[in-house]
């Protein structure tokens, strides 16, 4: 048996790098051996931390997971445990629609991911945040574009005070948190978006870039928004609306489809928010019937629910009801916001949109000389 010197691991480690590289075999730890007087055991006893696969070492494993452990422990652009992510409660929310079934899956805490569908301005993301705060449940809300990647969602290295630094994405941030993803109008995205495809499995995901696996804590949950199904939009209401993959959309387990709300729900909601019962009714009126008239195909726009709010709040601001209705409907083209206020004036005779008076201007002070 050959007598064994004491092997120093530092000059072994750099002695194998200079013979033979970074990437080394088993044939030559052997030849390494038979030069040195080194039994293949003692060598391969300080490569441990080295091997990659049987019979084979890569000399530079250790040091890159190192310099990736010191880039994840500096400290992220905003530490977490600063950030309240649950939100405020809103003391005019009205329930309606899909929330009880929202609320019972966010209350479950079950992975349960979730397609929330309907058109614009129908409380589809209210909702969602509205049962959140109810339940004290944090959530973390990414609005979608088509420019989002996986960099936007997963995360990605930062320069922070001169070093680069891992940095966590809202996505990671939900899932180490055990919040609520709300992905907000996701049938803008790209095929970008397939970066969540083993979220949506509830599985997890590999980052990669610093060789780390998140498992999802208890509780988290997906929930996305769109104006489709994920299949474009042929009426060219929803410009900008893509196509999503089918076995993305498959990941989700239900589809709920948001519709407005009722007559009498929608006046409670102006309600809370206006003292004139009269105007609210009148508005809630009017909304139906353009409502009802599009999906004839009689208009090509709509009157949401968002919008009935936008007119009671500028009601609230400039107390002119004719004022507050033309400025909100301003963002329609000239022949339908024409229709619109011929049809209000139908249904309110109280206002005459020809005859909305100006605010008398303050009278000039001339100064004497």
């Not at 996505?171 to 790209?190: F, N, P, T």
């Not at 998140?214 to 994920?230: C, E, Q």
């Not at 007559?263 to 609210?280: A, M, V």
Request: proline share 4%.
């Amino acid at each position: 048996m050959p007598f064994e010197a004491k092997v120093n691991p530092e000059s072994l480690i750099t002695s194998l790098r200079d013979l033979y590289g970074n990437k080394i075999t088993a044939a030559h730890i052997k030849a390494y051996c038979a030069q040195h007087d080194v039994t293949y055991q003692t060598v391969t006893k300080y490569l441990a931390k080295f091997k990659t696969t049987k019979g084979k070492w890569n000399l530079t494993v250790r040091e890159k997971k190192a310099n990736l452990e010191a880039n994840f422990a500096a400290p992220s652009v905003v530490p977490p445990i600063e950030q309240n992510l649950v939100p405020d409660v809103d003391p005019n929310f009205v329930k309606f629609g899909n929330f009880p079934d929202v609320k019972k899956i966010i209350q479950s805490k079950e992975f349960y991911p979730c397609f929330i569908t309907g058109l614009s301005g129908n409380g589809k993301t209210l909702g969602v945040e509205q049962a959140c705060a109810q339940l004290k449940r944090e959530v973390v809300r990414v609005n979608i574009t088509i420019e989002t990647d996986e960099d936007d969602l997963i995360g990605g290295f930062r320069l922070v005070n001169g070093s680069t630094v891992w940095h966590n994405g809202p996505v990671i941030e939900a899932l180490e948190r055990g919040a609520i993803l709300l992905l907000d109008e996701i049938d803008l995205a790209s095929n970008k978006i397939l970066c969540l495809q083993s979220i949506l499995e509830g599985n997890g995901v590999f980052l990669k870039k610093i060789g780390r696996f998140v498992k999802p804590a208890r509780g988290f949950n997906v929930f996305a928004t769109a104006n489709t199904k994920g299949k474009g939009s042929d009426d060219g209401r929803f410009i900008g609306t893509n196509v999503l993959n089918e076995a993305f959309l498959e990941r989700f387990p239900v589809t709920f489809e948001q519709s407005y709300p009722s007559i009498k729900t929608e006046e409670k909601i102006l309600n809370l928010l206006c003292d004139d019962k009269d105007f609210c009714k009148r508005l809630v009126d009017w909304g139906d019937i353009i409502r009802k008239t599009f999906f004839d195909g009689g208009v090509e726009e709509v009157i949401s629910t968002r919008r009935l709010v936008h007119i009671v709040k500028a009601y609230a601001i400039w107390k002119n009801k004719e004022k507050a209705i033309e400025v909100c409907v301003n963002r329609f083209d000239d022949e339908t916001k024409q229709a619109f206020l011929d049809l209000y004036d139908k249904v309110d005779a109280d206002v005459n949109f020809g005859e909305t008076p100006d605010e008398p201007m303050e009278e000039l002070q001339v100064p004497s000389v």
